[in-house]
């Protein structure tokens, strides 16, 4: 007998889905549920994956902090904006950046941890 998970499917209360994988039905019914999400079982990866957006025959994760429910799968909601660049001020200090000098120290901000 070989490894299986089972899945839950957690929507949030502002909209945002989340995936957990777990080693046994044990474990799943184990995990406390927070008030307000609301929560769908999966007994295995492909019964998950019937209800995500596709691209052709594979899972679209490209999008996947736009995942809403919504019609009784998961789609990706065009209305939900891409997260930023986690970088993204540092880039636009680079790029506003008027002299050597303040160029010079927006790159070594960027660059360094």
Avoid: C
């Avoid at 993204?88 to 000098?101: H, K, N, W």
């Amino acid at each position: 007998m070989g490894f299986h998970n089972v899945y839950r499917m957690i929507e949030q209360p502002s909209g945002d889905i989340w995936i957990r994988a777990y080693p046994s039905e044990e474990r799943r019914a184990a995990d406390p549920i927070q008030p307000g999400w609301i929560t769908r079982d999966y007994d295995s990866a492909d019964a998950l994956e019937q209800v995500l957006p596709r691209v052709g025959n594979t899972v679209d994760r490209s999008r996947r902090g736009a995942w809403r429910w919504q019609g009784g799968r998961v789609i990706s909601d065009p209305a939900v904006p891409d997260p930023p660049h986690p970088k993204q001020a540092l880039l636009d200090e680079v790029g506003a950046a008027t002299t050597i000098a303040a160029l010079r120290a927006a790159i070594l901000k960027l660059i360094r941890p």
